[in-house]
């Protein structure tokens, strides 16, 4: 399958994109960035030198990932979201060697105008809501919504809310309404069984 590239595009020498990629209009792309199979970058998106993206992620229109960013595979970034690479910035300071690596773990969504700070890891197949702050590490199947964010559910592999509690403290089982795969809460971690 062949990648596609619109001619407004920049991709720099070095970028390495896989098969089946589809860059849209006006999508600048680093030479560093190692891009997998199967992806997707909308209208005016921007990607990093040191920055990794894994195979089948969609990152919908006016996104930057920024250097230090990881994006493993399946992961959906939501028009305009936003990355920080930097914790503290000021204009007239230069911290380029004081970047904070963000991690984004495999099929995790990221909700349209949502902010993720530098520096913090979004678990397997969570979910951030439409315009959330993470600010801190968010679970496996966490529901985040808020400013600052806060867990309020869990969500499914599929992308469904689970009837849950947000934590329990016995083991507490649920099937997804959809797959019929089967989850398992114990205290506050969740896990697929």
């Not at 795969?181 to 896990?191: I, S």
């Amino acid at each position: 399958m062949a990648t596609t590239i619109h001619p407004s595009a920049i991709v720099d020498d070095g970028a390495q994109l896989g098969d089946g990629c589809r860059v849209w209009h006006f999508v600048h792309i680093s030479s560093g960035a190692r891009i997998g199979a199967k992806c997707s970058f909308g209208q005016n998106v921007y990607v990093g030198n040191d920055v990794s993206i894994g195979d089948n992620v969609k990152i919908q229109n006016n996104v930057s990932v920024y250097d230090a960013v990881t994006l493993e595979d399946d992961v959906f970034c939501g028009p305009s979201m936003v990355f920080t690479n930097v914790y503290n910035p000021r204009s007239a300071v230069t911290r380029k060697d004081e970047y904070r690596r963000t991690l984004v773990k495999q099929g995790a969504t990221l909700g349209a105008n949502s902010t993720i700070v530098c520096g913090t890891t979004i678990g397997r197949f969570a979910f951030v809501g439409a315009g959330a702050v993470i600010n801190r590490n968010v679970p496996d199947f966490a529901l985040m919504v808020g400013v600052p964010a806060k867990q309020i559910g869990w969500m499914s592999r599929f992308g469904e809310r689970l009837e849950l509690p947000i934590s329990s403290a016995s083991p507490v089982d649920t099937i997804c309404p959809n797959t019929g795969e089967r989850y398992r809460l114990n205290g506050d971690r969740l896990e697929i069984i």
